[in-house]
T-cell receptor, first 113, second 110 residues
Framework: DSGVTQTPKHLITATGQRVTLRCSPR?????VYWYQQSLDQGLQFLIQ???????AKGNILERFSAQQFPDLHSELNLSSLELGDSALYFC????????????FGSGTQLSVL | TQLLEQSPQFLSIQEGENLTVYCNSS?????LQWYRQEPGEGPVLLVT?????EVKKLKRLTFQFGDARKDSSLHITAAQPGDTGLYLC??????????FGTGTRLQVFP
């Protein structure tokens, strides 16, 4: 158990819909990262937050947004969903702003039908 | 653009065999990490190497960072079924985002 909690574990929805994925980092970790994993693209970095503020941005679509709340949990919002958004979405956390040691949650499997 | 290429992409071997997985890039990284991911779970950090030429051992696993800090290798001695999984390298540049490699899927048969 990494200490990072992601909910829900599975999500099935239709095209055009909006969903919210939730992540609770390890106790004491200030950074939260979101990654998307698909068979053809591998593990792609989406966005990083550190202590409530956006720290780094990767290949995140404009239809996607995220935030980190004062209690340090984070949410990833995916809207106007398309079939191609079907993937595993992982949250990871680390103690500080560096990428030295990431702890990953078990992921949310999103299926867009 | 995938900056970190891993080879081989797939590897199926018998228990007891040795294997090496490679992680190559044309870019220099300040650190290189290796993760293992099992089905239904997130990646788990195995090791971080930060110095060019550095070698780290973790039981039967040996990790090496290239002298120029552009490549890395993972060698497993006497592989066991429990080593089965997806192995991912990841390169970092100080506080810049971590870039993950294309992955090597290893299957070890009893």
């Amino acid at each position: 158990d990494s200490g990072v909690t992601q909910t829900p574990k599975h999500l099935i929805t239709a095209t055009g819909q909006r969903v919210t994925l939730r992540c609770s980092p390890r106790s004491g970790d200030l950074s939260v990262y979101w990654y998307q994993q698909s068979l053809d693209q591998g593990l792609q970095f989406l966005i990083q937050y550190y202590n409530g503020e956006e720290r780094a941005k990767g290949n995140i679509l404009e239809r996607f947004s995220a935030q980190q709340f004062p209690d340090l949990h984070s949410e990833l919002n995916l809207s106007s969903l398309e079939l191609g958004d079907s993937a595993l979405y992982f949250c990871a956390s680390s103690e500080d702003r560096s990428n030295e040691k990431l702890f990953f949650g078990s992921g949310t499997q999103l299926s867009v039908l | 653009t995938q900056l970190l290429e891993q080879s081989p992409q797939f590897l199926s071997i018998q228990e007891g065999e040795n294997l090496t997985v490679y992680c190559n890039s044309s870019s220099v990284f300040s650190s290189l990490q290796w993760y293992r991911q099992e089905p239904g779970e997130g990646p788990v950090l195995l090791v971080t190497v930060v110095t060019g030429g550095e070698v780290k051992k973790l039981k039967r696993l040996t990790f090496q960072f290239g002298d120029a800090r552009k490549d890395s290798s993972l060698h497993i001695t006497a592989a066991q079924p429990g080593d089965t999984g997806l192995y991912l390298c990841a390169g970092g540049r100080n506080t810049d985002k971590l870039i993950f490699g294309t992955g090597t899927r290893l299957q070890v048969f009893p």
